[in-house]
């Protein structure tokens, strides 16, 4: 008896009805879902494609794991503590760094920007030779100090790594107060002259850029062996891809291991952590194109209820037999409610296998350009398992309700059984 609503579901659904419009709602049901269900596919692959390119392009500057103080905006470091983190793991190198925002003076053009202090060997683990735009990756020779401006900044300066003026960066002296008289005498000042420009994404391009360590750290008024964190870059042949399950177990052996070293009184961030608003704001995005998406399938979806309501008064005469030969009240709804929902699967599954197939033929060959320059010629798509699972049980879960809703109203306005 389990069977028997089921087998009777289909046999309505694909036999000939005796009103030609019914056919013709079904079809456009079943095909509204098809569209829906690929086109939602479709597009959560594109933008996961999207989302891969900002995270690859924030991912380059931002180490594996940041250990910055708890409070406080400096902390000292030594190397035998650089080497014990080297040591850990997975760990490529430690990077001590400081960041501070610096005021920018270059030909008259002015600007507020961010300086980081490196080491000089900080390019063997940072990967910035392929963001690299013009000049080179040196950050000084002989008596003269270089920097790597981002390309934003150095538009807005007006400075070319081809150019021999260097920019004037100033920062408040910490021990005393600003002269109202002198207020240069109040300041701490360097000049750096730009070696290169480099091009990783608006956040960095635009704020960003990098001066040797002990010049920054004497522009600060810090002490040697003082940083604003520690970055620890790991080795990609032992961890494994940003996003892969045996890196996110490294950063999290990592960050406990470090901890132990370093004791109470820091805070250790991953690559999601450290830029945290931009990777939520991300999710927060796809979520609602999801639910933009969904909200039209679910319109869609609506035609079945039309469909169906039509096929119950049609079988009308069905319903009084099915009663007669012993079916109740529960056996008699099922049939209706899975020839509702049949109409809906019918559409789900083909609009996965054809949104998977147009993922997959993007994924491959490309055929949907981007317009534009763009680092991409292609719009990327990445097909994710949980993006067709999530989107498989949603359509499923509308066509189930809209079959059940004409069904029940039928049943209980026409007082049936």
């Known amino acids: 008896m389990t069977r028997l609503p089921l087998f009777v579901a289909l046999r309505y659904l694909f036999a000939r009805k005796s009103h030609n419009v019914i056919n013709i709602i079904s079809a456009i049901s079943a095909t509204g879902m098809a569209v829906g269900t690929a086109a939602l596919i479709l597009i959560l692959s594109i933008y996961n494609g999207l989302d891969s390119i900002v995270r690859s392009g924030e991912g380059m500057v931002e180490p594996d794991v940041l250990i910055e ?14 080497q014990a ?35 000089p060997d900080y390019f063997e683990s940072q990967p910035l030779q392929d963001a690299l735009v013009e000049g080179s990756l040196d950050l000084g020779k002989g008596s003269l100090d ?6 934003g900044l150095a ?11 260097g920019m004037d960066v100033y920062y408040p002296k910490t021990d005393r107060d600003i002269s109202l008289t002198d207020p240069l005498s109040s300041l701490n000042s ?46 990609i042949a032992v961890t494994g891809p940003w996003g892969d399950r045996s890196y996110d177990k490294a950063v999290s052996s990592v960050k406990k291991a470090a901890g132990s070293i370093l004791g109470d009184g820091y805070d250790f961030k991953n690559k999601e952590e450290q830029n945290e608003t931009l990777y939520r704001m991300l999710e927060a995005e796809k979520i609602m194109i999801f639910l933009i998406l969904f909200f039209v399938i679910i319109i869609i979806a609506f035609n079945i209820f039309g469909s169906l309501s039509m096929l119950i008064m049609e079988k009308s005469d069905d319903i009084g037999t099915f009663a007669a030969m012993g079916a109740d009240r529960r056996t008699i709804k099922r049939i209706f409610v899975y020839e509702g929902w049949s109409i809906s699967l019918l559409g789900l599954v ?5 949104g998977v197939c147009l993922v997959l033929l993007q994924q491959h060959f ?26 498989a049980a949603g359509v499923g879960l509308v066509g189930y309700i809209v079959a059940l809703l004409p069904v029940r109203s039928y049943f209980k306005r026409m007082n049936v059984l």
């Open 366 to 391: 490309g055929l949907l350009k981007m317009p534009g320059n763009y680092i991409v010629t292609a719009y990327p798509a990445v097909l994710e398992l949980r993006d067709v699972l999530i989107s």
């Open 69 to 82: 103080p708890s409070r406080g905006k400096t902390f000292v470091f030594s190397d035998s503590l650089l």
């Open 155 to 165: 538009h807005s300066l007006g400075l070319s790594s081809r150019f021999v003026a």
């Open 85 to 119: 983190l080297e040591s850990l793991p997975g760990v490529a190198s430690a990077e001590p760094v400081v960041d501070e925002i610096v005021f920018i003076d270059y030909e008259g053009r002015q600007s507020v920007a961010r300086m980081k202090g490196v080491m």
């Open 350 to 354: 083909a609009g996965l296998a054809v």
């Open 190 to 235: 360097a000049r750096f002259f730009p070696s290169g420009v480099v091009s990783v994404n608006s956040s960095f391009d635009e704020r960003y850029f990098l001066a040797p360590y002990v010049a920054a750290v004497h522009l600060l008024g810090l002490p040697y062996g003082c940083c604003s964190s520690i970055e620890l870059r790991f080795d």
């Open 146 to 151: 270089f920097s790597i401006v981002g390309r």
